[in-house]
């Protein structure tokens, strides 16, 4: 798998983190008891100074969940999950970081300015009349499914074999085929026809004359992440057009947002730390009713980059399950590409010709598609299977150099090159200096080379020093200014570690959890628990790295000098070369 965290949350949450001051941060915190928010979620019991229990994210008995109070952190031994109070509840609740920094923010009583809050939220009067005109709209439908006229989408889901239970689960509703139900129980309930088309329950013809949108149709609801309806999908029963409809897109309803079944979903994917991913609404219900509780689909649209970041809060491996036709497999290509691009791991399964999760499952049961789940295919490699089979050689250098642009961050193109170059047929150099050719035309563009980016080697096993010295800093952070004027960065080995480094130097103690990928952040909290234990042996250990730094710093002046001096040389500079010997005589009776 790519060696690579999943960090998407951490763009998704950079503007809003600008507008947020650190102290809103810190109120929130300080007002909201860690054990006592968590409890409710947790069985927690107190071990000496910790809280411990079963993890809510991952399937298990034994307690490896730990809350510690007096930092302000939990983590799971058993998983790695970790964080502070507001990212346990936006993981237990499936929310974005903004979410849960609005609803903890509510909860806690701290005020947020207008500034502070994202732009959709600020005309709260809009938003609160859609969301009111959504949950009125689906109380109606379900009534109506359970009426008589109701009869006949209770038949068709009889006839798909969709049991009560996940009829209950997903809130199924029936719209009758009349033009004006709908419009009329909203006028009875004091609400105005265009109210109903701004919430996109009602359509409006050019002579302004209002009807209800979903008409003789099974309806979908579609919920937010904290379990608000949004939207609603309908399929037609019996014959019309179009088959599938969606409602229109209003101030809390984005299709590209969204994604179907992800509400119902959202605790099975952080406990199976894996979500199968679809389309087609009776393809999610199926799925689940056969126990494949991590299921959700996209909403009519190609996958996009926000449903993958949405997503990434929950999981770091995606599975994607499509059509085994050529449209499926297409489909499947581009999101996979989404999906990689982004730093998630995923999986392709394509099904049997003429076969979809619904098909499958009903015919053959639930083993059927255990078996193809264990057969599903690395994502990189069905990406490199389909180029190489369907693109010419001019095509798949033009594909192997977009999808490298396409990474979300440059040093995973240290791992994506080889694997890339050795399947296509291209080698390495040619895909590094055509992105040197983009870069030269003007885009933002950095190529990641060990060979370009030459570093000091550490005298220590692969990344044990920098581990220790970010642990020492995450700890002491009153010593990361004397460390960064030794330009400690130069001797960090990884791109993981200077990313980190680099976030622990910009953000403040308030500001840098939210900043930190998952990987970054179940490091950040092991380290922190590690506090008391080396408070004793600070000031040796401070004096231990300042000595590896010195020593560090004086071996690249001395390389540096030898550089110089071997040109003057070759110049025949004399006085140049007199000055530089001086220098290095200078370098070598210090150290």
């Known amino acids: 798998p ?26 929130i915190k300080e007002r909201i008891d860690i054990v006592e928010l968590i409890g409710r979620y947790v069985n927690l019991r107190p071990v000496g100074t910790r809280w411990v229990g079963p993890c809510p994210f991952h399937q298990e008995t034994k307690p490896s969940f730990s809350v510690n109070p007096d930092q302000g952190f939990f983590y799971c031994f058993g998983c790695q999950a970790a964080g502070d109070v507001i990212h346990f509840y936006q993981k237990i609740n499936g929310l974005e970081f903004k979410e849960a920094v609005i609803e903890l923010a509510q909860i806690a009583g701290v005020r947020l300015t207008q500034s502070q809050v994202p732009f959709k939220q600020k005309d709260k009067g809009k938003r609160r009349l859609c969301l009111d005109l959504n949950s009125l709209a689906y109380s109606y439908f379900k009534d109506k499914l359970r009426s008589q006229k109701g009869k006949i989408a209770r038949d068709y889901l009889l006839q798909r074999k969709i049991s009560q239970d996940m009829m209950q689960k997903f809130g199924l509703g029936f719209s009758p085929d009349e033009w004006h139900g709908l419009e009329n129980h909203l006028k009875s309930l004091g609400y105005t026809p265009q109210q109903g088309v701004d919430a996109g329950l009602l359509s409006q013809n050019d002579k302004g004359h209002t009807y209800d949108r979903f008409r003789g149709r099974l309806i979908f609801p579609i919920f937010n992440l904290s379990g608000q309806v949004v939207a609603f999908g309908g399929r037609v029963i019996g014959d019309g057009d179009p088959k599938y409809l969606n409602s229109s897109e209003t101030p809390i309803y984005k299709k590209g947002e969204h994604l179907y079944g992800l509400y119902q979903a959202r605790r099975s994917i952080s406990q199976k730390h894996e979500v199968l991913l679809t389309e087609g609404y009776v393809d999610v219900i199926v799925l689940h009713q056969y126990g494949f509780t991590n299921s959700c689909a996209v909403l009519g649209t190609a996958l996009t980059g926000t449903q993958v970041r949405r997503l990434g809060g929950l999981t770091s491996s995606i599975v994607l399950l499509f059509d085994g036709d050529e449209a499926g497999a297409k489909a499947a290509l581009r999101s996979t590409q989404m999906v990689l691009s982004q730093g998630l791991k995923c999986k392709v399964v394509q099904f049997p010709a003429g076969d979809d999760a619904d098909s499958l499952l009903t015919k053959y049961g639930q083993k059927s598609l255990v078996e193809l789940l264990s057969k599903a295919r690395d994502g990189l490699d069905f990406c490199l299977a389909m180029i190489s089979l369907h693109k010419s050689p001019k095509e798949v250098l033009t594909w192997a150099r977009g999808f490298l642009l396409s990474l979300r961050d440059i040093s995973w193109r240290a791992y994506y090159i080889p694997r890339i170059a050795q399947t296509l047929g291209l080698s390495e150099q040619e895909l590094r200096q055509s992105l040197e050719e983009v870069r030269g035309t003007g885009r933002q563009v950095q190529v990641s080379d060990a060979g370009q980016n030459q570093r000091l080697s550490l005298r220590v096993g692969p990344d044990s020093r920098d581990k220790e010295i970010l642990t020492f800093v995450i700890c002491f952070p ?18 993981w570690a200077r990313d980190l480094w680099e976030k622990l130097i910009r953000y403040d103690s308030d500001q840098v959890l939210s900043r930190l990928d998952e990987e970054q952040k179940a490091f950040f909290v092991r380290s922190k628990l590690q506090q008391e234990h080396l408070a004793d042996s600070k000031e040796a250990k401070l004096q231990e790295y300042m000595d590896f730094l010195g020593r560090e710093n004086r071996k690249m002046t001395q390389k540096n000098l030898k550089m110089a001096l071997t040109r003057a040389q070759k110049k025949g500079d004399q006085q140049e070369v007199r000055r530089i010997l001086t220098l290095l005589q200078e370098t070598i009776f210090s150290s």
């Open 2 to 27: 790519l060696p690579v965290p999943c960090s998407l949350f951490t763009d998704h949450c950079s503007l809003f983190m600008s507008m947020i001051d650190a102290r809103v941060i810190a109120e």
């Open 478 to 495: 009153e010593y990361i200014p004397v460390l960064a004027e030794k330009n400690i960065a130069l001797y960090l080995r990884s791109d």
